[in-house]
């Protein structure tokens, strides 16, 4: 796909309007052609070059066209750079965004305000624990006149020294990370809980940080984002979850905790919900998302905002799952109407999640409705949220033509899957896929097979069963309707039989 097409299609309408008043920030003038084909762009999608010259250069001048596309591509860039600026307030940018402005002012001799500034960029650093840049504050802090400004250059050294140990111990912990994530990834295939443990306490003990993560929410959850990127690849959410559990309750609680540990305890809490969820233990994720609830109302309000749509995303997941169907449908509503900043995955989520709401609903006109509401391309999909993803809209597209009565689309569908990439089963986790997709074919073909003891004998015969405890809870959702259709009682029931787990 053009790559230009690409950038501006990920912009949304109100960031497309914004997007006008920024490239018109100079000089405003009539009939941009920059801003023409911008909109061109966003409104249509890709096009073939002669389509945008026919519009833009009826006389077919293609080096204007170029040379527009370079100008608009720069635009575009400088958009979204102003747009990171102005949004990552906290960030690494603003540090040094104080620096610049203390480094200019000390040019012009100005040193009480450069001063100002440097404690500034120095306080805001060390909030968002950005310690070798701290470190470099201090040094030119003492490079300042001191004496002049009545500044004692004990307390700097003391900081400067402090600094740099923590400067140290977090090159330290960069490297223990990529360490822990290399063997994770190496061997996620078999991986368990007890050899993840083994993993991080042996690299963490030989670059000497296992005292340091209980003292620094931060580290807990780097380190628990690297095991839990090896989980997830492997579907080990089982083993992952009492490592996850041991390393967020050995945190050393701090009585006047900083914003940063603020933060990373909300995405710990998150985490921790989520996995319990995946685990299918719905009770304690419960809890932890009342914990959540109320560390959200003490974070900043980017953060706020970010983990907001993941917050409301497993609630609704949370309410379905433990047999409030009708709530779960109204909350996710709810979370459209709330305008949530929603990134392109969390938008194709949310609504996957809805369809699948009003599917087992028996609401399958809707279900359809909300599948049709996703205009982009099965490509586009896989690209943003997996192929996985598109993997389970197309299975909830099948079962919903069928429940409409539209078996010959419902096999045209089944035909179009196993022509994709994916079919031919060499990625491991789509051998499972296309065993389930023959089965499905099999009741598609004909609806009353799946009474059959033959058609039962064959379902437990193709798959190499696992603990309800450990399926994924994804798969579940899946198994659940062909379970339906064998025992002959509604879905929604019959998924939440299968997952039934005494806590």
Known sequence: MDALVEIIKTFTKGEATEFTSFINRLKRKQNRKDLELFWLFYKEGELSRVDVLARLYPDGNKVAYHALRKKLLRHVTDFIFSKQLREDYTAETQVSAYVGLAHYLNEYRLDSLAWKYLRKAEQMAVRTEQYAMANQIARQQLDMPLL???????????????????????????????????????????????????????????????????????????????????????????GFEPLLLRYYNGITPDADPSENDKIYIARLQYMIAHTLFRNKKFKQAHDYIYLLREQLRIVSKSEYARLL??????????????????????????????????????????????????????????????????????????????????????????????????????????????????????????????????????????????????????????????PIEQEDLHASVYYAWMKSKIVMKKPYQVLLDLILIEE
């Open 148 to 238: 002049q400004l009545n500044q004692d250059i004990e307390p700097i050294l003391l900081r400067k020294k402090r600094y740099l140990q923590l400067a140290i111990e977090d090159d330290r912990a960069d490297t223990a990370y990529k360490i822990i994530s290399y063997h994770l990834h190496q061997s996620k295939t078999n991986l368990e809980g007890a050899d993840m443990q083994l993993v991080i306490e042996n690299v963490l003990t030989e670059y000497e940080l296992t005292g340091s993560v209980s003292q620094r929410p931060s580290m807990v959850y780097r380190l628990m984002s690297i095991a839990r990127s090896a989980a997830k690849s492997s579907k080990m959410y089982y």
């Open 309 to 466: 749509p993941r917050f409301t995303q497993l609630y609704c997941a949370l309410r379905f799952f433990s047999g409030h169907i009708n709530e779960a449908i109204r909350m996710v509503d709810a979370a459209f109407m709330q305008q949530l900043r929603l990134k392109p995955e969390e938008v194709l989520n949310l609504k996957l999640n809805k369809a699948i709401y009003h599917f087992y609903n028996e609401d399958y006109r809707v279900a359809l409705r909300e599948l049709l509401s996703i205009e982009h391309s099965n490509a586009w999909c896989a690209k943003v949220a997996g192929i996985e993803w598109v993997v389970k809209k197309n299975l909830l597209d099948i079962y919903i033509q069928f429940e409409l009565g539209n078996l010959e689309i419902a096999a045209n569908k089944i035909r179009g899957m196993l022509r994709q990439k994916y079919s031919s089963g060499k990625l491991p986790q789509m051998q499972r896929v296309l065993v389930f997709l023959n089965l499905v074919n099999q009741i598609v073909d004909d609806p009353e097979v799946a009474q059959t003891q033959q058609f039962y004998d064959n379902v437990e015969e193709s798959f190499n069963w696992i």
